[in-house]
Protein backbone atom coordinates (compact mmCIF):
# COMPACT_ATOMS: atom_id res chain seq x y z
CA UNK A 1 0.00 0.00 0.00
CA UNK A 2 3.21 2.33 1.21
CA UNK A 3 4.51 1.78 -2.42
CA UNK A 4 1.20 2.53 -4.11
CA UNK A 5 1.09 5.65 -2.28
CA UNK A 6 4.84 6.87 -3.11
CA UNK A 7 4.29 6.08 -6.48
CA UNK A 8 1.36 8.41 -6.97
CA UNK A 9 3.20 10.77 -4.80
CA UNK A 10 5.76 11.11 -7.30
CA UNK A 11 4.11 10.82 -10.53
CA UNK A 12 1.92 13.51 -8.76
CA UNK A 13 5.22 15.75 -7.90
CA UNK A 14 6.40 14.94 -11.59
CA UNK A 15 3.34 16.11 -13.04
CA UNK A 16 3.52 19.41 -11.01
CA UNK A 17 7.01 19.92 -12.34
CA UNK A 18 5.93 19.32 -15.72
CA UNK A 19 3.28 22.27 -15.80
CA UNK A 20 4.98 24.52 -14.29
CA UNK A 21 7.70 24.48 -16.93
CA UNK A 22 5.00 24.30 -19.47
CA UNK A 23 3.57 27.19 -18.17
CA UNK A 24 7.19 28.71 -18.16
CA UNK A 25 7.32 27.99 -21.94
CA UNK A 26 3.98 28.98 -22.40
CA UNK A 27 5.10 32.52 -20.87
CA UNK A 28 7.87 33.24 -22.84
CA UNK A 29 6.15 31.76 -26.43
CA UNK A 30 2.18 32.21 -25.74
CA UNK A 31 0.62 29.92 -28.46
CA UNK A 32 -2.84 31.41 -27.16
CA UNK A 33 -4.37 34.73 -28.19
CA UNK A 34 -6.34 35.79 -25.58
CA UNK A 35 -9.21 36.15 -28.04
CA UNK A 36 -9.25 32.37 -28.20
CA UNK A 37 -11.86 31.37 -25.84
CA UNK A 38 -12.54 28.34 -23.64
CA UNK A 39 -14.55 26.66 -26.31
CA UNK A 40 -11.55 27.33 -28.53
CA UNK A 41 -8.88 25.69 -25.94
CA UNK A 42 -11.06 22.60 -25.00
CA UNK A 43 -11.35 21.81 -28.90
CA UNK A 44 -7.67 22.51 -29.99
CA UNK A 45 -6.71 19.82 -27.11
CA UNK A 46 -8.93 17.38 -28.34
CA UNK A 47 -7.37 17.44 -31.71
CA UNK A 48 -4.14 17.58 -29.82
CA UNK A 49 -4.96 14.07 -27.79
CA UNK A 50 -7.03 12.90 -31.07
CA UNK A 51 -3.81 12.66 -33.55
CA UNK A 52 -2.33 10.44 -31.12
CA UNK A 53 -5.21 8.37 -29.83
CA UNK A 54 -5.85 5.18 -31.50
CA UNK A 55 -8.71 5.06 -33.32
CA UNK A 56 -9.27 1.56 -33.73
CA UNK A 57 -9.23 1.27 -29.79
CA UNK A 58 -12.32 1.84 -27.84
CA UNK A 59 -11.51 4.39 -24.99
CA UNK A 60 -14.15 5.81 -22.60
CA UNK A 61 -13.51 9.68 -20.86
CA UNK A 62 -12.54 10.31 -17.18
CA UNK A 63 -12.67 13.80 -16.37
CA UNK A 64 -10.92 15.44 -13.31
CA UNK A 65 -10.88 18.86 -11.86
CA UNK A 66 -8.05 19.13 -9.58
CA UNK A 67 -7.71 22.88 -10.50
CA UNK A 68 -9.79 25.94 -8.53
CA UNK A 69 -11.57 26.61 -11.14
CA UNK A 70 -15.50 26.27 -10.74
CA UNK A 71 -16.96 22.62 -11.70
CA UNK A 72 -18.88 24.77 -13.95
CA UNK A 73 -16.53 25.67 -16.16
CA UNK A 74 -14.37 22.38 -15.89
CA UNK A 75 -17.61 20.68 -17.04
CA UNK A 76 -18.09 23.18 -19.84
CA UNK A 77 -14.28 22.21 -21.27
CA UNK A 78 -15.49 18.78 -20.35
CA UNK A 79 -18.57 18.70 -23.36
CA UNK A 80 -17.03 20.53 -26.02
CA UNK A 81 -13.54 18.25 -25.81
CA UNK A 82 -16.08 15.15 -25.64
CA UNK A 83 -18.10 16.37 -28.63
CA UNK A 84 -14.68 17.68 -30.33
CA UNK A 85 -12.89 13.90 -29.55
CA UNK A 86 -15.88 12.44 -30.69
CA UNK A 87 -15.82 9.83 -27.38
CA UNK A 88 -18.17 8.75 -24.57
CA UNK A 89 -18.55 9.73 -20.63
CA UNK A 90 -17.26 7.01 -18.17
CA UNK A 91 -21.26 7.17 -17.64
CA UNK A 92 -22.27 6.83 -21.25
CA UNK A 93 -19.61 3.67 -21.88
CA UNK A 94 -20.06 0.35 -19.73
CA UNK A 95 -18.22 -2.06 -21.64
CA UNK A 96 -15.56 -4.72 -20.18
CA UNK A 97 -11.94 -3.81 -21.40
CA UNK A 98 -12.54 -0.25 -23.17
CA UNK A 99 -9.42 1.70 -21.90
CA UNK A 100 -9.55 4.97 -20.16
CA UNK A 101 -8.43 8.52 -21.25
CA UNK A 102 -7.39 10.39 -18.06
CA UNK A 103 -8.16 14.07 -18.40
CA UNK A 104 -7.60 15.83 -15.51
CA UNK A 105 -7.96 19.89 -14.96
CA UNK A 106 -4.69 21.27 -12.95
CA UNK A 107 -3.32 25.03 -12.27
CA UNK A 108 -0.33 27.03 -11.43
CA UNK A 109 -0.02 30.44 -10.06
CA UNK A 110 -0.71 31.82 -13.52
CA UNK A 111 -1.96 29.02 -15.84
CA UNK A 112 -4.88 26.76 -16.43
CA UNK A 113 -3.81 23.39 -17.55
CA UNK A 114 -5.54 20.18 -19.33
CA UNK A 115 -3.53 17.05 -19.06
CA UNK A 116 -4.60 13.64 -20.89
CA UNK A 117 -2.77 10.30 -20.15
CA UNK A 118 -3.57 8.54 -23.18
CA UNK A 119 -3.89 5.08 -23.41
CA UNK A 120 -1.75 4.16 -26.82
CA UNK A 121 1.10 2.12 -25.66
CA UNK A 122 1.93 0.05 -22.44
CA UNK A 123 3.86 3.04 -21.02
CA UNK A 124 1.22 5.76 -22.03
CA UNK A 125 1.95 9.00 -23.82
CA UNK A 126 0.76 12.53 -22.06
CA UNK A 127 -0.42 15.77 -23.92
CA UNK A 128 -0.82 18.98 -22.22
CA UNK A 129 -2.38 22.48 -23.11
CA UNK A 130 -2.61 25.89 -21.17
CA UNK A 131 -3.96 28.59 -20.58
CA UNK A 132 -3.74 31.45 -18.78
CA UNK A 133 -5.75 32.31 -15.99
CA UNK A 134 -6.56 35.89 -17.48
CA UNK A 135 -8.67 33.32 -19.91
CA UNK A 136 -11.42 32.62 -17.56
CA UNK A 137 -14.48 34.47 -17.15
CA UNK A 138 -14.31 37.13 -14.46
CA UNK A 139 -17.48 36.06 -11.82
CA UNK A 140 -20.08 38.21 -11.07
CA UNK A 141 -19.15 40.94 -8.23
CA UNK A 142 -21.70 42.87 -6.43
CA UNK A 143 -23.35 45.40 -7.87
CA UNK A 144 -25.93 48.09 -7.38
CA UNK A 145 -28.00 47.48 -10.54
CA UNK A 146 -29.42 44.87 -8.66
CA UNK A 147 -32.12 45.34 -5.73
CA UNK A 148 -33.89 43.13 -3.34
CA UNK A 149 -37.53 44.09 -2.76
CA UNK A 150 -40.27 42.63 -0.71
CA UNK A 151 -43.72 43.08 -0.75
CA UNK A 152 -46.36 42.06 2.42
CA UNK A 153 -49.22 39.33 0.12
CA UNK A 154 -50.66 37.82 3.26
CA UNK A 155 -50.40 38.52 7.13
CA UNK A 156 -52.67 36.41 9.74
CA UNK A 157 -51.96 35.90 13.89
CA UNK A 158 -52.08 32.21 13.35
CA UNK A 159 -48.25 30.33 13.23
CA UNK A 160 -47.45 30.10 9.62
CA UNK A 161 -45.02 27.04 8.73
CA UNK A 162 -44.38 27.95 4.97
CA UNK A 163 -45.70 29.55 2.47
CA UNK A 164 -45.18 29.26 -1.57
CA UNK A 165 -47.04 31.78 -4.19
CA UNK A 166 -46.69 30.92 -7.81
CA UNK A 167 -48.75 31.41 -11.09
CA UNK A 168 -51.34 28.59 -12.10
CA UNK A 169 -51.00 27.17 -15.48
CA UNK A 170 -54.36 26.50 -15.96
CA UNK A 171 -56.16 29.60 -13.90
CA UNK A 172 -53.47 31.75 -14.94
CA UNK A 173 -53.98 33.56 -11.36
CA UNK A 174 -51.96 34.12 -8.58
CA UNK A 175 -51.34 30.57 -5.99
CA UNK A 176 -50.95 30.84 -2.60
CA UNK A 177 -50.29 27.93 -0.77
CA UNK A 178 -49.81 28.11 3.18
CA UNK A 179 -49.16 25.54 5.77
CA UNK A 180 -49.64 26.19 9.32
CA UNK A 181 -48.92 23.14 12.34
CA UNK A 182 -52.37 21.26 11.52
CA UNK A 183 -53.51 22.35 8.31
CA UNK A 184 -52.56 23.07 4.43
CA UNK A 185 -55.12 25.88 2.71
CA UNK A 186 -54.95 26.76 -0.80
CA UNK A 187 -55.77 30.17 -2.38
CA UNK A 188 -56.60 31.79 -5.50
CA UNK A 189 -56.19 35.83 -6.35
CA UNK A 190 -53.37 37.89 -5.60
CA UNK A 191 -53.40 42.01 -5.54
CA UNK A 192 -54.66 41.75 -1.37
CA UNK A 193 -57.55 39.48 -2.37
CA UNK A 194 -57.39 35.83 -1.33
CA UNK A 195 -60.51 33.55 -2.26
CA UNK A 196 -59.91 30.50 -0.28
CA UNK A 197 -60.62 26.73 -2.58
CA UNK A 198 -59.76 24.55 0.17
CA UNK A 199 -58.22 23.97 3.77
CA UNK A 200 -57.16 20.71 4.25
CA UNK A 201 -56.10 18.80 7.91
CA UNK A 202 -53.28 17.45 8.41
CA UNK A 203 -53.03 14.11 9.81
CA UNK A 204 -51.36 14.64 13.42
CA UNK A 205 -48.21 12.91 14.20
CA UNK A 206 -48.15 9.60 16.09
CA UNK A 207 -45.93 11.13 18.62
CA UNK A 208 -46.08 14.70 19.66
CA UNK A 209 -43.27 17.08 18.04
CA UNK A 210 -41.34 19.83 19.89
CA UNK A 211 -39.98 21.01 16.37
CA UNK A 212 -43.15 22.65 14.57
CA UNK A 213 -41.78 23.36 11.25
CA UNK A 214 -42.51 22.35 8.20
CA UNK A 215 -41.57 22.86 3.94
CA UNK A 216 -43.74 22.77 0.93
CA UNK A 217 -42.61 21.56 -2.42
CA UNK A 218 -43.35 21.16 -5.50
CA UNK A 219 -43.61 17.91 -7.72
CA UNK A 220 -41.74 17.13 -10.14
CA UNK A 221 -44.15 14.45 -11.74
CA UNK A 222 -47.28 16.21 -10.95
CA UNK A 223 -48.81 19.45 -11.98
CA UNK A 224 -51.63 19.62 -9.10
CA UNK A 225 -49.64 18.17 -6.14
CA UNK A 226 -47.45 19.36 -3.78
CA UNK A 227 -44.93 17.29 -1.05
CA UNK A 228 -45.09 18.59 2.23
CA UNK A 229 -41.98 17.65 4.66
CA UNK A 230 -43.07 17.57 8.54
CA UNK A 231 -40.58 16.14 11.22
CA UNK A 232 -40.54 13.06 10.62
CA UNK A 233 -43.25 12.77 8.16
CA UNK A 234 -43.66 12.92 4.29
CA UNK A 235 -46.72 14.43 3.04
CA UNK A 236 -48.57 14.42 -0.58
CA UNK A 237 -51.46 16.72 -1.35
CA UNK A 238 -53.38 16.48 -4.18
CA UNK A 239 -54.39 20.71 -4.79
CA UNK A 240 -57.11 19.78 -8.03
CA UNK A 241 -59.64 17.92 -5.49
CA UNK A 242 -60.61 17.83 -1.78
CA UNK A 243 -58.69 14.55 -0.74
CA UNK A 244 -56.94 14.53 2.85
CA UNK A 245 -53.13 14.83 2.71
CA UNK A 246 -51.56 11.13 2.73
CA UNK A 247 -48.66 10.96 5.10
CA UNK A 248 -45.71 8.11 5.88
CA UNK A 249 -43.04 8.04 7.96
CA UNK A 250 -39.75 9.70 6.42
CA UNK A 251 -36.95 12.04 6.60
CA UNK A 252 -36.40 14.39 3.61
CA UNK A 253 -33.45 16.80 3.10
CA UNK A 254 -34.41 20.39 4.68
CA UNK A 255 -33.28 23.06 1.78
CA UNK A 256 -31.75 26.03 3.63
CA UNK A 257 -31.06 28.04 0.80
CA UNK A 258 -33.73 28.92 -2.35
CA UNK A 259 -32.83 29.79 -6.09
CA UNK A 260 -33.55 33.02 -7.40
CA UNK A 261 -33.88 34.65 -11.15
CA UNK A 262 -33.86 38.60 -12.09
CA UNK A 263 -34.68 40.13 -15.53
CA UNK A 264 -31.32 41.71 -14.80
CA UNK A 265 -29.42 38.39 -16.21
CA UNK A 266 -29.46 35.14 -16.60
CA UNK A 267 -27.86 34.22 -13.33
CA UNK A 268 -29.32 32.31 -10.80
CA UNK A 269 -28.78 33.46 -7.37
CA UNK A 270 -28.65 32.15 -3.98
CA UNK A 271 -31.65 33.18 -1.75
CA UNK A 272 -30.95 33.05 1.98
CA UNK A 273 -31.12 34.49 5.14
CA UNK A 274 -30.44 34.73 9.13
CA UNK A 275 -30.62 32.43 11.27
CA UNK A 276 -30.76 34.16 14.56
CA UNK A 277 -33.00 34.26 17.91
CA UNK A 278 -36.74 35.00 18.31
CA UNK A 279 -35.97 38.49 19.32
CA UNK A 280 -34.13 40.37 16.51
CA UNK A 281 -35.07 41.24 12.89
CA UNK A 282 -33.94 39.04 10.14
CA UNK A 283 -32.26 39.86 6.69
CA UNK A 284 -32.89 37.91 3.63
CA UNK A 285 -30.03 38.33 0.86
CA UNK A 286 -28.81 36.91 -2.41
CA UNK A 287 -24.66 35.47 -3.54
CA UNK A 288 -23.87 33.79 -6.50
CA UNK A 289 -23.91 30.39 -6.27
CA UNK A 290 -20.13 29.85 -6.15
CA UNK A 291 -19.61 32.60 -3.48
CA UNK A 292 -18.31 31.32 -0.04
CA UNK A 293 -19.60 32.29 2.81
CA UNK A 294 -16.79 34.89 3.98
CA UNK A 295 -18.08 36.73 0.43
CA UNK A 296 -20.54 39.71 0.72
CA UNK A 297 -24.02 39.30 -0.68
CA UNK A 298 -25.00 40.79 -4.04
CA UNK A 299 -27.94 42.52 -1.89
CA UNK A 300 -29.97 42.20 0.89
CA UNK A 301 -32.56 43.64 2.52
CA UNK A 302 -34.15 43.85 6.77
CA UNK A 303 -37.46 42.19 7.40
CA UNK A 304 -39.29 43.37 10.49
CA UNK A 305 -38.90 39.87 12.58
CA UNK A 306 -37.14 36.43 12.50
CA UNK A 307 -37.72 34.64 9.17
CA UNK A 308 -39.52 31.34 9.04
CA UNK A 309 -38.92 30.20 6.00
CA UNK A 310 -37.72 30.48 2.95
CA UNK A 311 -39.71 29.48 -0.46
CA UNK A 312 -39.14 29.26 -4.18
CA UNK A 313 -42.28 30.00 -6.43
CA UNK A 314 -42.50 28.07 -10.03
CA UNK A 315 -39.81 29.18 -12.59
CA UNK A 316 -37.68 30.99 -9.69
CA UNK A 317 -38.80 34.77 -10.32
CA UNK A 318 -39.92 35.48 -7.35
CA UNK A 319 -39.69 33.82 -3.54
CA UNK A 320 -41.64 33.78 -0.33
CA UNK A 321 -40.60 34.40 2.89
CA UNK A 322 -42.81 33.81 6.18
CA UNK A 323 -41.45 36.42 9.00
CA UNK A 324 -42.98 36.74 12.30
CA UNK A 325 -43.00 40.83 12.99
CA UNK A 326 -41.61 41.47 16.50
CA UNK A 327 -43.93 45.07 16.06
CA UNK A 328 -47.35 43.53 14.82
CA UNK A 329 -47.13 40.01 16.29
CA UNK A 330 -48.41 38.40 13.28
CA UNK A 331 -47.12 35.98 10.66
CA UNK A 332 -46.58 37.36 7.70
CA UNK A 333 -45.56 36.49 4.38
CA UNK A 334 -43.43 38.42 1.94
CA UNK A 335 -42.65 38.24 -1.78
CA UNK A 336 -39.25 38.58 -2.31
CA UNK A 337 -38.06 39.75 -5.85
CA UNK A 338 -34.98 41.03 -7.58
CA UNK A 339 -35.34 44.46 -8.99
CA UNK A 340 -33.04 46.17 -11.62
CA UNK A 341 -31.77 49.83 -11.78
CA UNK A 342 -30.99 51.83 -8.78
Given at each position: ?????????????????????????????????????????????AR?????LQ?????????????????????????????????????????????????????????????????SS?????????????????????????????????????????????????????????????????????????????????????????????????????????????????????????????????????????????????????????????????????????????????????????????????????????????????????????????
Amino acid sequence: MFAGQNSVSRRRSLLQALCFLFCFGLFLFPGISRADTLEDVARAFARKVGAVLQRNHAVKLLWQNRSSIPDAQSEMLREWFEKELGIESVAGSQESGVSALHVSVEETPSCILLVAEIPSSPEGQTRMSAFPRSALPLPDKPSTDRRLQKELIWQQREPILDAVEFISEESKQNVLLLLSRDSFSHYEGGKGHWVLRSSKPIPAPEAPTRDPRGQIQFSSEHENQVQINLPGRVCEVKLADESVPTCKPGTEPWVQAQLLTSACSQVVWSLQTDSGDWSTPDRVWVRSLSASFAEPPVTELEVPGPVISISPGKGLQAGTAVVWSLSTGNYEVYRITIACGS
